[in-house]
């Protein structure tokens, strides 16, 4: 599914991709050490493999891979979206910064509030929070139909963390990670 925001058409659900645009397979099923050593894109399904998974998702199904990656999608290491065979679907990108701010002051963030990198504005994470999935009563309006899900991530140490309580995108430029719980 896509969501028009601003001038820009957007993904409304998270990457699902296990192979690259030309369709050599992105790595996937690594081990914890493999994960933090490995030197290639990588792929996994949250909770996948291990028993190094944090869940507070409200539902407590994080960590069981069939629920999340019907739910989540799929997480990548940077590698991944780096790779020149392209992590997104033919005629996709990962989006820049540049075009995250975009979309942010489209929503209505100040020109000065763009120009921060890491947590940046005032309720535009929330405009893209959905309605369900947040811990403590931390849902969103998700009032432009982007459907940002604490989906969590696969740190460094390869454990899994935050479904529930945070979502985390990738720039292509990886000038700046941009956070939809920004406004928390």
């Known amino acids: ?3 028009q925001i601003g001038g820009q058409c957007w993904f409304a659900e998270n990457l699902r991709s296990d192979v690259y645009q030309n369709g050599d397979a992105i790595n996937s099923g690594l081990s914890t050490a493999s994960w933090q050593t490995t030197a290639f894109g990588a792929t996994a399904v949250y909770g996948q493999g291990s028993s190094q998974c944090t869940d507070n998702d409200p539902g407590d199904q994080a960590c069981d891979e069939n629920w999340a990656i019907a739910e989540y999608g799929r997480v990548y290491n940077f590698l991944a979206v780096d790779d020149e065979r392209g992590l997104c679907p033919q005629g996709w ?10 979309m942010e002051g489209a929503l209505g963030m100040s020109a000065e509030e763009l120009s921060a990198e890491g947590y940046r504005g005032t309720n535009q994470g929330d405009m893209l929070k959905t309605q369900f999935g947040w811990f403590s009563n931390g ?8 459907n940002g899900e604490a989906s969590g991530f696969r740190g460094q140490s390869a454990s899994f963390l935050g479904a529930g309580v945070e979502c985390n995108w990738w720039t292509a430029d990886a000038a700046g990670v941009f956070d939809g719980d920004e406004d928390a």
Request: glycine share 10%; aromatic share 10%; hydrophobic share 25%.
């Open 93 to 102: 990108h990962v989006p820049t910064d540049e075009e995250f701010q975009q």
């Open 139 to 146: 849902n969103g309006t998700n009032e432009v139909g982007f």
């Open 1 to 3: 599914e896509t969501v």
